[in-house]
């Protein structure tokens, strides 16, 4: 019998509480979630059993560990709007979403390569696998990229997604969100997250967000409202920084 809200509601709030109790016993923060999380249903299947193994030059190739990758050469004027690369308008509430990269001392990270993807306004990606049977936009698929400047800062225009049913349980929806992939200096650098809205009421029913048992960890995937980001008559702002590592570390996928 497929398991369903209720059942994944239950598994969540006993794994957040065994989690609150040992905050309170004096057990040290954590950003990251198990990575066998049990309510993420095929986190079960697919995490590692045995420890990661080191790279130290062997695999893989030492170029990819050194190599730079992207620059400004790889980068055009509109990557990063994500409303004009069709002849159309794409269909949905427009956003701008800026921000800054930065390290554990809040020093901005240069000239990085910052990638978004995501579902469009009805809440499909323009993905073959993508079985949800929610229209798609001829006028967006979904994907930019950029690079960040002096400041540290990066920014997209884009489209708010819509939320999609997956099929963890009866009746799984995802909060509508966007990823986000950064490149650091070599191609083995690559780091992967996950920005979302603020005040969605799908956050306490989704076991990936929940998952992140650190409330903290957890709020700093929410992006942050900015009218002063809205641009008059086109989109609606949000500010989302995102800090690579230490104590005010941004939750980055497969990160430890």
Do not use: C
Not at 160 to 183: D, I, Q, V
């Amino acid at each position: 019998m497929a398991l369903t809200q209720s059942d994944i509601d239950t598994e969540i709030d006993d794994l957040q509480t065994a989690y609150d109790k040992e905050l309170a016993a004096g057990a040290s923060a954590r950003s990251h979630p198990a990575r066998d999380y049990a309510p993420y249903r095929s986190s079960l299947l697919r995490h590692p059993h045995q420890p990661l193994v080191a790279v130290n030059g062997g695999d893989p190739e030492t170029v990819e560990l050194s190599g730079p990758v992207f620059g400004p050469t790889d980068i055009t004027d509109i990557d990063n709007d994500l409303t004009r690369q069709h002849p159309g308008e794409p269909l949905g509430e427009r956003i701008t979403v800026s921000g800054r990269l930065l390290d554990r001392a809040g020093r901005p990270v240069r000239g990085q390569l910052v990638e978004l993807w995501q579902a469009n306004a009805s809440g499909r990606y323009a993905h073959l696998r993508d079985q949800h049977p929610a229209p798609l936009d001829p006028n967006f698929t979904g994907v930019g990229r950029t690079l960040t400047d002096d400041e540290g800062r990066y920014t997209f225009t884009t489209i708010k997604p819509g939320a999609y049913p997956w099929r963890n349980h009866t009746n799984a929806w995802r909060p509508a969100h966007l990823h986000f992939s950064l490149f650091g200096t070599a191609f083995a650098q690559r780091l992967v997250t996950q920005m979302y809205f603020p005040n969605d009421p799908l956050f306490a029913y989704d076991p990936i967000l929940r998952s992140v048992t650190d409330r903290a960890a957890r709020e700093r995937l929410v992006a942050t409202y900015r009218h002063e980001l809205s641009q008059p008559e086109f989109s609606l702002g949000y500010e989302w920084d995102i800090v690579l590592d230490g104590p005010s570390a941004t939750w980055i996928e497969e990160g430890r």
